[in-house]
């Protein structure tokens, strides 16, 4: 499996970013998708997860605000960014894992993609 992320880039506080991350390869395997993020002398942490089924998983910082979604058929999902704040600069990472449900370990995601940059300016 392989993923590519995609959407990073520059913006000013209070705007909105949508990442991509599309799946290749052996893509029956994937059940549950993740993003993750990762500031600059920080650990890499969840964002968001959704399962093949929709359910959906947020951290606390970002609920209200952003949103995971995915299209099944076209082995894609999206993070959807509102709202950002500074403090969401990061590298964000997606990740993919073989389990079906919602899954927070970033150990039981097996298939991760390259980062992409989002930098939010105040």
């Known amino acids: 499996v392989q993923l590519q992320a995609s959407g990073g880039g520059l913006v000013q506080a209070g705007g909105s970013l949508r990442l991509s991350c599309a799946a290749s390869?052996?893509?029956?395997?994937?059940?549950?998708m993740g993003w993750y993020r990762q500031a600059p002398g920080k650990e890499r942490e969840l964002v968001a997860s959704?399962?093949?089924?929709?359910?959906?998983d947020y951290a606390d910082s970002v609920k209200g605000r952003f949103t995971i979604s995915r299209d099944n058929s076209e082995n894609t999902a999206w993070l959807q960014m509102d709202s950002l704040k500074p403090e969401d600069t990061a590298v964000y990472y997606c990740?993919?894992?073989?389990?079906?449900?919602?899954?927070?370990?970033?150990?039981?995601?097996?298939?991760w993609g390259q980062g992409t940059l989002v930098t939010v300016s105040s």
């Open positions: 990740a993919a894992s073989r389990y079906s449900f919602i899954v927070r370990a970033m150990g039981l995601y097996g298939y």
């Open positions: 959704i399962t093949s089924g929709g359910t959906t």
């Open positions: 390869g052996s893509v029956f395997s994937i059940k549950t």
